[in-house]
């Protein structure tokens, strides 16, 4: 990989560089994959993974994952192509099928609206993908034979939790996976005491020397680029399907700029979720993804996971403990993100204060300073927050059930939610009946509905 000296590495314009290129792609007998990309002829970067594997890949196994390989090289470049998001895009061998194409140009343009909108970029980034001849048809519904295999990526969260519970409830295999081993998925593998596949993912360390050089930064689709990682894990180790946990509230977006919704869950959202089970049909036909959350709000979520105690102690969905950088990496709940105060706010309606105090360390309904951060949840005072929350109608749902709950009203910040939120909400306006409703935009197969109202349902 080509090197550049320390003093050239020191001035980072982005806007010098005109297109961003795809080197190749290698995955070895042990499982380590090697993906290779270069901003103009000036920068290579090289990233890593390694898969854990049942048996070595034997070479009929590598020629059949080749489209999952290519779908992950591709989708895994955006981390790259941020840093300078030139107007160009290259790919030197083999060409995306005309699905993938279509999916990576929307990673690449939608999939980084909060990164183009935060960084002030004059328009969003609107490369355009060349394509091969279609070699196979568009997604049907999703076929899951009964007896399958399938793998569960989890995060540690309230929402991958109830994902994991619903699949093992059926009559699927489950297995647990994950990208890294933070502590949280530790703990959610304890207690479900299911197996797990982790994936170990090296970024090319020179995306940290140029991030403070000058290089462009900020929100990138990973729920994508873990989805893909997935689905090669998969299909290497004989499964037939990938299922997420994203929920019908993170196909709605923060903003409108630049014509588009700017959503920072957008590679959560069915809108992805369909583009990249197009380009799986064309990359790997016969493995199956879906979302087995889909039909439910986060405050649905939110009430299943809330029956679920024995998680109650180990889980922790504030995204502080994923930062790259460990010295600003929390060890829980920081206490003080949009993350945090939704997830208290939508347990809230289901919970004890004093669980959720002990759950969280703090009662964050009754500081005061955090007033201005929860009506922020309900687009009060501001647009909703670039974080993994919910539609502005849930948080005020959730508003409204702690209204009427004695166990929360005397809290000092409820109050005030109470007196200068609400009334500016009127009612239909964030119904408690209508964000608890299962939505019946999905993609999960039949057999497994009965297993999502059991445990999402009334």
Known sequence: MATQPAEQSRRFDPDAFESFRFLGRDLDAEGCVALRYALDDEHEFLEE?????RAPVSSQLRERVDGLLSLLHWVAGVSYYKMAAPPTVGCEGELPTPAVARLLESLYSEGLGEFAF??????????????GPLDAPGPGPVALARDARVLVPIGGGKDSIVALETMRR???????FSVGNAPPMIRTERV??????????????????????????????ITAIVACVALLTAALNGFEAVVMANERSASSGNLHWDGIEVNHQFSKSLRAEDLLRAALAQSAPGLEL???????????????????????????????????????????????????????????PFSDPAHLREVFGRDLLQQEDQFEGFALLTATGGEKPFECVGEEQE?????????EDPRWRGHRVLQR????????????????????????RHRVPAHLMPYVDALLGA
């Open 118 to 131: 935060v960084n002030k970029l004059a328009a969003l980034p609107r490369p355009s993908f060349p394509s």
């Open 170 to 176: 059926s009559e699927h295999e489950t297995v647990l």
């Open 290 to 348: 879906f979302s087995i959350l889909r039909p439910a709000s986060e405050l649905s979520i939110a009430r299943a996971f809330a029956r679920l105690g024995e998680y109650h102690g180990s889980f922790t969905s504030c995204n502080a403990i994923f930062r790259l950088d460990p010295a600003r990496r929390a060890g829980s709940w920081c206490c003080d993100c949009p993350k945090c105060r939704f997830v208290f706010l939508v347990l809230a």
């Open 395 to 403: 948080s005020l749902a959730a508003i409204r059930l702690l209204s």
């Open 192 to 221: 479900a005491g299911l197996p797990r596949l982790i994936v170990n993912r090296r970024l090319d360390p020179r995306v940290h020397e140029l991030n403070l050089a000058g290089a462009l930064n900020g929100h990138v689709p």
């Open 417 to 440: 939610l109470i007196e200068e939120v609400l009334p500016l909400h009127p009612a239909p306006v964030g119904s408690p009946s209508s964000a608890l409703t299962l939505s019946d």
């Open 49 to 53: 993974f390694d898969i854990p594997l």
